[in-house]
């Protein structure tokens, strides 16, 4: 600041102070001129720090890594069995899934090592051996509150598995599973892309996902049992 | 370039823009929901393959079939078993809440030895060893008859096991928990002469007389009454109901008839009266196949003209004719008797007027009628060998004087062993095992039987919880709870067929514990000679299989079998007496004690109440205790809080001056109480009303402390005629 401009921002300061004007004044041009510059580069600043922290790093904090305790192959286990993806994966005879093979199922054909792969023998000796249950993460798992009947949507709406699962069955390694801290739940429910945008069927399993397939199938709205509709269709 | 206010608010404002442009707020959010919907301390029941185990169930004589259902190997919901004979797919509370006594806090999951009144852990070894230790002992001093057994039913393999072994050891010493079973088959026996157990053709009678029996409250097996009294009533037959007490079955019948407690069979001797006066009895049988139908008249139902019954009873002569000419004139009427749950055997005098009636209306082994079914006959194990020590021991008279003397025809007076114990210096029971009931809590008064059981030097219970009766025992030996182990079932009470049931294990015992059969047959083995000689099987489950013979393949498929085409014998080859006729008198009968009504103990002057207990399908009252399930489901009416309510006429509430909810002092000849008041008119003037399978002492967080248990307040009373405990009430007061 010059010493006039000085001067004259002392004049305006006792002339506000001293005369109150009854019109309100007009902020100070040459004040708020010189500030401009740093409020709106603050204000990017702080735009562009939340967008970082919303879009990179609270995605990076809100899931835990999780290995599967056994790295297993789809892709090779298809290939020997006869009826796909069901081989494993089978409904009961009461109609109920299965869901994720027990022991059972897998000492079927891995009661002793039978191949190559360091998974396997670590499979057979610290699971089969010992008759211990494989903690399996489960990517699809939903909460309690969800009721979902696989034998309504595979064996009656004839839906493919890679619909709402992907291309899991031809993969040669399984994923981590990344665990939402909060909520508990697969970071595959959301979906990996935090935007939420979904680019396919599979890419996410919230349950607009579900309803949207509902609308766009023209599904009964109502629960056949109750006939009412919404949220008891699948809420029990 | 200066940081102020205005930067640091721009900065904050471009901060929330940010965020808000982020997924961040929407994914905390959604994510917080989920997890607010799932709280994860609420356990997720794991999810798994559903399967069925069929079975049966072991809560109560009733004799039920089940089907239990799992998820993978764990039970989850317990059902009636549909197409079962005896409950067709329903089941009563308490079964159905028998995941909760599997799962239960409150099991014995440990052999268990009383040491200066702690309890230790012991292997099955030691106890099985230092048991046998014991009884060798007493076998050689000469004391085998020192030893006794009290088991819940006699019938099956496991009482069979019990008895053999008792047998080949030495001591006459065998009870069954007391019930009107006892009575009935009495009653059965001296009139027809047959060791038979007494079943009902509820559902095709057309008239049923029920002398206070709970036919929706527990009586019988529940599971075959309820199905069998919709049957009937849908089918337009009648239920008439006589008691004191406005009961649910009085409440669902016709007509509820109000009679002066105690005095049922002064009522049932003036209907015959009505009925042979009017000669409205069934002709065809009366004059076939029946005998001393006019001495037995002259000798007691001469007594009993409507004005003298009516003056007993409390009922109007006008009602007791109309009564006696309707029950006469129905196609198939029955009378049944046994007070609500029919826990208490009652006066045999009783037992044998109502049967009269079904034999004056010749409904003995017809449809509707009251049938005697014959007990089953397939336990076929080989002779026993007794040697001299265990003979000397048979031939010692029982503790409780059943079978002689002035009791002759009465099997088990388990009710008089606390008295005979408390009245002796020395216990003349020096070991007694307990399966299968809790005679701590179901035995009038409690406060003898424990003073009793702390006298025995030696007691060995085989409870699978800790109830009244392990807490005083000595030794804990855990059976499998029903779930988890195999057993027969012989009959199932009050149902009118041959039938055979089977308990099979729906998973794998959960903690230490054993099969009650095998302890006995290992108890055996240690002790060797002729008791070991005496049980060649390598266990209870190939004892059973062995048992139950070709019938064992059938049973384990279907887990009941039954003589579907059985239908009461006929008249003709039906009576084992001498006259080979269904005899209203003979020399048994007339030097019976005649009938009298029997007298509540308590002088009316200190104690001007009568109390009665009742029974509901909302409490159990055996030897298991409720489970949380059915005390959740229990009416306030019955308990409030922690107290129970006492059921009082308010006519007779106001005399004493009580009020509704008013907390008072229940005070009998035996015990006091607090207790709450309830008015209702569903209750005789002068008379009050306990429910029954409350008071629990137990170590049971969900159960004990609840209310008042009517067995602390009660005492026995002998039956003149029979021996067995007759007392229906006591008398009491409320201050």
Same mark, same amino acid.
């Not at chain 1, 002793?112 to 489960?138: K, S, Y």
């Given at each position: 600041?010059?010493?006039?401009?000085?001067?004259?921002?002392?004049?305006?300061?006792?002339?506000?102070?001293?005369?109150?004007?009854?019109?309100?004044?007009?902020?100070?041009?040459?004040?708020?001129?010189?500030?401009?510059?740093?409020?709106?580069?603050?204000? *990017?600043?702080?735009?562009?720090?939340?967008?970082?922290?919303?879009?990179?790093?609270?995605?990076?904090?809100?899931?835990?890594?999780?290995?599967?305790?056994?790295?297993?192959?789809?892709?090779?286990?298809?290939?020997?069995?006869?009826?796909?993806?069901?081989?494993?994966?089978?409904?009961?005879?009461?109609?109920?899934?299965?869901?994720?093979?027990?022991?059972?199922?897998?000492?079927?054909?891995?009661?002793?090592?039978?191949?190559?792969?360091?998974?396997?023998?670590?499979?057979?000796?610290?699971?089969?051996?010992?008759?211990?249950?494989?903690?399996?993460?489960?990517?699809?798992?939903?909460?309690?509150?969800?009721?979902?009947?696989?034998?309504?949507?595979?064996?009656?709406?004839?839906?493919?598995?890679?619909?709402?699962?992907?291309? *899991?069955?031809?993969?040669?390694?399984?994923?981590?599973?990344?665990?939402?801290?909060?909520?508990?739940?697969?970071?595959?429910?959301?979906?990996?892309? *935090?935007?939420? *945008?979904?680019?396919?069927?599979?890419?996410?399993?919230?349950?607009?996902?579900?309803?949207?397939?509902?609308?766009?199938?023209?599904?009964?709205?109502?629960?056949?049992?109750?006939?009412?509709?919404?949220?008891?269709?699948?809420?029990? | 370039?200066?940081?102020?206010?205005?930067?640091?608010?721009?900065? +904050?404002?471009?901060?929330?823009?940010?965020?808000?442009?982020?997924?961040?707020?929407?994914?905390?959010?959604?994510?917080?929901?989920?997890?607010?919907?799932?709280?994860?301390?609420?356990?997720?029941?794991?999810?798994?393959?559903?399967?069925?185990?069929?079975?049966?169930?072991?809560?109560?004589?009733?004799?039920?079939?089940?089907?239990?259902?799992?998820?993978?190997?764990?039970?989850?919901?317990?059902?009636?078993?549909?197409?079962?004979?005896?409950?067709?797919?329903?089941?009563?509370?308490?079964?159905?809440?028998?995941?909760?006594?599997?799962?239960?806090?409150?099991?014995?999951?440990?052999?268990?030895?009383?040491?200066?009144?702690?309890?230790?852990?012991?292997?099955?070894?030691?106890?099985?060893?230092?048991?046998?230790?014991?009884?060798?002992?007493?076998?050689?001093?000469?004391?085998?008859?020192?030893?006794?057994?009290?088991?819940?039913?006699?019938?099956?393999?496991?009482?069979?096991?019990?008895?053999?072994?008792?047998?080949?050891?030495?001591?006459?010493?065998?009870?069954?928990?007391?019930?009107?079973?006892?009575?009935?088959?009495?009653?059965?026996?001296?009139?027809?002469?047959?060791?038979?157990?007494?079943?009902?053709?509820?559902?095709?009678?057309?008239?049923?007389?029920?002398?206070?029996?709970?036919?929706?409250?527990?009586?019988?097996?529940?599971?075959?009454?309820?199905?069998?009294?919709?049957?009937?009533?849908?089918?337009?037959?009648?239920?008439?109901?006589?008691? !004191?007490?406005?009961?649910?079955?009085? @409440?669902?019948?016709?007509?509820?008839?109000?009679?002066?407690?105690?005095?049922?069979?002064?009522?049932?001797?003036?209907?015959?009266?009505?009925?042979?006066?009017?000669?409205?009895?069934?002709?065809?049988?009366?004059?076939?196949?029946?005998?001393?139908?006019?001495?037995?008249?002259?000798?007691?139902?001469?007594?009993?003209?409507?004005?003298?019954?009516?003056?007993?009873?409390?009922?109007? @002569?006008?009602?007791?004719?109309?009564?006696?000419?309707?029950?006469?004139?129905?196609?198939?009427?029955?009378?049944?008797?046994?007070?609500?749950?029919?826990?208490? !055997?009652?006066?045999?005098?009783?037992?044998?007027?109502?049967?009269?009636?079904?034999?004056?209306?010749?409904?003995?082994?017809?449809?509707?009628?009251?049938?005697?079914?014959?007990?089953?006959?397939?336990?076929?194990?080989?002779?026993?060998?007794?040697?001299?020590?265990?003979?000397?021991?048979?031939?010692?008279?029982?503790?409780?004087?059943?079978?002689?003397?002035?009791?002759?025809?009465?099997?088990?007076?388990?009710?008089?062993?606390?008295?005979?114990?408390?009245?002796?210096?020395?216990?003349?029971?020096?070991?007694?095992?307990?399966?299968?009931?809790?005679?701590?809590?179901?035995?009038?008064?409690?406060?003898? +039987?424990?003073?009793?059981?702390?006298?025995?030097?030696?007691?060995?219970?085989?409870?699978?919880?800790?109830?009244?009766?392990?807490?005083?025992?000595?030794?804990?030996? !855990?059976?499998?709870?029903?779930?988890?182990?195999?057993?027969?079932?012989?009959?199932?009470?009050?149902? @009118?067929?041959?039938?055979?049931?089977? $308990?099979?294990?729906? $998973?794998?015992?959960?903690?230490?514990?054993?099969?009650?059969?095998?302890?006995?047959?290992?108890?055996?083995?240690?002790?060797?000679?002729?008791?070991? @000689?005496?049980?060649?099987?390598?266990?209870?489950?190939?004892?059973?299989?062995?048992?139950?013979?070709?019938?064992?393949? %059938?049973?384990?498929?279907?887990?009941?079998?039954?003589?579907?085409?059985?239908?009461?014998?006929?008249?003709?080859?039906?009576?084992?007496?001498?006259?080979?006729?269904?005899?209203?008198?003979?020399?048994?009968?007339?030097?019976?004690?005649?009938?009298?009504?029997?007298?509540?103990? %308590?002088?009316?002057?200190?104690?001007?109440?009568?109390?009665?207990?009742?029974?509901?399908?909302?409490?159990?009252?055996?030897?298991?205790?409720?489970?949380?399930?059915?005390?959740?489901?229990?009416?306030?009416?019955?308990?409030?809080?922690?107290?129970?309510?006492?059921?009082?006429?308010?006519?007779?509430?106001?005399?004493?001056?009580?009020?509704?909810?008013?907390?008072?002092?229940?005070?009998?000849?035996?015990?006091?109480?607090?207790?709450?008041?309830?008015?209702?008119?569903?209750?005789?003037?002068?008379?009050?009303?306990?429910?029954?399978?409350?008071?629990?002492?137990?170590?049971?967080?969900?159960?004990?402390?609840?209310?008042?248990?009517?067995?602390?307040?009660?005492?026995?009373?002998?039956?003149?005629?029979?021996?067995?405990?007759?007392?229906?009430?006591?008398?009491?007061?409320?201050?």
């Amino acid at each position: 600041m010059t010493t006039e401009e000085q001067a004259n921002a002392a004049i305006a300061k006792d002339q506000q102070s001293t005369t109150p004007s009854t019109e309100k004044t007009p902020p100070d041009k040459t004040d708020s001129a010189g500030a401009g510059g740093p409020i709106i580069l603050f204000f *990017i600043i702080g735009l562009i720090a939340s967008l970082l922290v919303g879009w990179v790093v609270f995605p990076k904090l809100l899931y835990s890594q999780k290995n599967q305790p056994i790295d297993f192959n789809h892709a090779l286990h298809n290939e020997l069995v006869e009826d796909g993806c069901e081989s494993c994966h089978f409904f009961r005879e009461d109609g109920s899934y299965h869901g994720v093979p027990k022991l059972e199922q897998c000492i079927e054909c891995h009661e002793e090592v039978n191949g190559e792969d360091p998974e396997e023998a670590r499979f057979v000796n610290e699971f089969v051996a010992i008759n211990r249950e494989v903690p399996w993460l489960v990517y699809s798992r939903q909460p309690q509150n969800v009721f979902f009947s696989h034998a309504a949507h595979v064996k009656m709406g004839e839906i493919d598995c890679v619909v709402c699962h992907g291309h *899991i069955g031809e993969s040669e390694s399984l994923p981590i599973y990344k665990e939402n801290r909060i909520s508990g739940y697969s970071i595959d429910i959301w979906g990996r892309r *935090i935007s939420g *945008i979904k680019r396919n069927s599979w890419d996410r399993m919230k349950m607009d996902d579900c309803a949207e397939c509902h609308r766009n199938e023209g599904v009964n709205q109502n629960s056949v049992q109750t006939l009412r509709g919404g949220c008891f269709v699948c809420h029990h | 370039m200066k940081v102020d206010r205005r930067s640091f608010l721009a900065f +904050v404002i471009g901060g929330a823009a940010g965020t808000a442009l982020s997924p961040l707020p929407w994914k905390v959010t959604d994510d917080i929901s989920i997890w607010s919907q799932n709280w994860p301390w609420i356990p997720i029941p794991p999810k798994g393959a559903i399967n069925r185990t069929r079975s049966a169930c072991t809560l109560c004589p009733g004799g039920c079939g089940i089907s239990v259902k799992k998820v993978d190997e764990r039970v989850i919901k317990i059902e009636g078993l549909e197409g079962h004979p005896v409950n067709d797919g329903g089941l009563c509370p308490l079964g159905n809440s028998a995941a909760q006594l599997l799962y239960g806090p409150n099991r014995i999951r440990t052999p268990l030895k009383k040491i200066d009144g702690r309890w230790q852990k012991i292997t099955w070894q030691d106890a099985i060893s230092e048991i046998a230790a014991q009884l060798q002992q007493l076998r050689d001093d000469g004391s085998a008859h020192t030893v006794g057994w009290i088991a819940g039913s006699d019938r099956g393999t496991v009482p069979a096991l019990f008895n053999r072994f008792l047998s080949v050891y030495g001591s006459p010493n065998f009870w069954r928990m007391p019930s009107i079973w006892d009575s009935y088959e009495l009653a059965l026996y001296l009139t027809q002469g047959t060791r038979s157990m007494a079943g009902f053709d509820i559902e095709n009678a057309d008239f049923i007389l029920s002398f206070g029996s709970g036919l929706v409250e527990g009586w019988g097996s529940p599971g075959y009454m309820f199905r069998a009294k919709s049957k009937m009533r849908k089918a337009g037959g009648r239920m008439d109901q006589i008691e !004191p007490r406005l009961s649910k079955t009085a @409440a669902k019948a016709d007509h509820w008839i109000s009679i002066n407690p105690g005095t049922e069979g002064a009522l049932a001797f003036g209907l015959a009266h009505v009925i042979i006066k009017e000669q409205l009895y069934n002709r065809n049988f009366i004059n076939g196949y029946t005998d001393g139908l006019a001495d037995r008249f002259q000798q007691t139902i001469d007594g009993f003209p409507p004005e003298i019954a009516a003056k007993i009873t409390g009922i109007s @002569a006008e009602t007791i004719l109309t009564l006696a000419r309707d029950f006469a004139a129905a196609r198939h009427p029955l009378a049944i008797c046994g007070q609500g749950q029919g826990h208490l !055997p009652g006066s045999l005098q009783t037992f044998l007027a109502v049967h009269t009636l079904n034999a004056l209306v010749g409904n003995i082994n017809q449809p509707g009628g009251v049938w005697a079914v014959p007990e089953p006959d397939y336990i076929d194990w080989p002779e026993l060998e007794i040697d001299a020590v265990a003979a000397e021991g048979l031939q010692q008279s029982r503790i409780d004087g059943a079978g002689t003397g002035r009791h002759p025809h009465a099997r088990y007076l388990l009710h008089r062993l606390p008295q005979v114990i408390n009245a002796s210096a020395e216990s003349p029971l020096q070991v007694l095992f307990i399966a299968d009931a809790n005679p701590a809590y179901s035995l009038p008064d409690s406060a003898a +039987v424990a003073k009793a059981f702390e006298k025995i030097p030696m007691v060995v219970s085989f409870s699978s919880y800790m109830d009244e009766t392990s807490a005083l025992a000595d030794m804990l030996l !855990p059976n499998h709870m029903f779930l988890e182990r195999y057993q027969d079932i012989a009959g199932a009470h009050g149902f @009118a067929k041959p039938i055979i049931s089977l $308990v099979q294990p729906a $998973v794998e015992p959960r903690y230490n514990t054993r099969h009650v059969g095998d302890v006995v047959i290992q108890l055996a083995k240690e002790l060797g000679h002729t008791i070991g @000689a005496a049980f060649p099987w390598d266990d209870y489950n190939s004892c059973l299989e062995e048992t139950l013979g070709d019938r064992w393949d %059938g049973l384990v498929e279907d887990s009941f079998w039954v003589d579907d085409s059985y239908s009461g014998t006929q008249w003709a080859n039906a009576f084992e007496t001498d006259s080979t006729k269904f005899e209203f008198t003979n020399n048994d009968i007339r030097t019976l004690a005649a009938f009298e009504p029997v007298k509540p103990e %308590g002088d009316e002057a200190t104690y001007p109440l009568l109390l009665v207990p009742f029974d509901s399908m909302r409490l159990a009252s055996g030897y298991i205790g409720s489970p949380p399930f059915m005390i959740k489901a229990l009416e306030d009416t019955v308990l409030k809080g922690n107290d129970v309510l006492v059921e009082i006429n308010p006519a007779t509430a106001q005399q004493l001056g009580l009020s509704e909810n008013r907390l008072a002092n229940l005070v009998t000849p035996r015990g006091s109480a607090r207790v709450k008041i309830r008015l209702t008119q569903g209750i005789m003037p002068g008379v009050i009303a306990l429910p029954r399978g409350l008071g629990h002492t137990r170590d049971d967080r969900f159960l004990a402390g609840k209310g008042v248990n009517y067995n602390q307040l009660s005492g026995p009373f002998d039956d003149p005629a029979s021996g067995y405990n007759a007392a229906w009430g006591i008398r009491a007061k409320l201050s």
